[in-house]
């Protein structure tokens, strides 16, 4: 049995698990593969950009972290941030409550409607 160290999975597994993966639903004009920060979906009259980003080097500063980059991977893919999804991995279960309320207050900076 192989054991994963903490973070990111090695990108090699990754593409090889990710390219394993067939697009079936032709609206998905990007989908998943190594490499691209979000994936592009077409909407009908416009295309959908998502993205959802694990923050695994830093717990400082960690929801201007999480809003910020993946702002950033909407951005490099030439799309405007109007939506946030959050991934959350939390090693110890004492830290919980501590890093929800920094992720929850991450709404205080985006005010969407």
Partial sequence: MSVFRVGKLNANLLDELVS???KKDPRVIVGPKVGEDAAVIDIGDKYLLSTT?????????IGWYTVNVNANDIATMGGLQSGFLCQSSFRKIKQTVHWLRKY??????????
């Fill in 20 to 22: 394993s993966i067939k």
């Fill in 104 to 113: 929850f207050a991450i709404s205080k900076m985006l005010r969407m409607n």
């Fill in 53 to 61: 980003d694990p923050i695994t080097f830093t717990s400082y500063k």
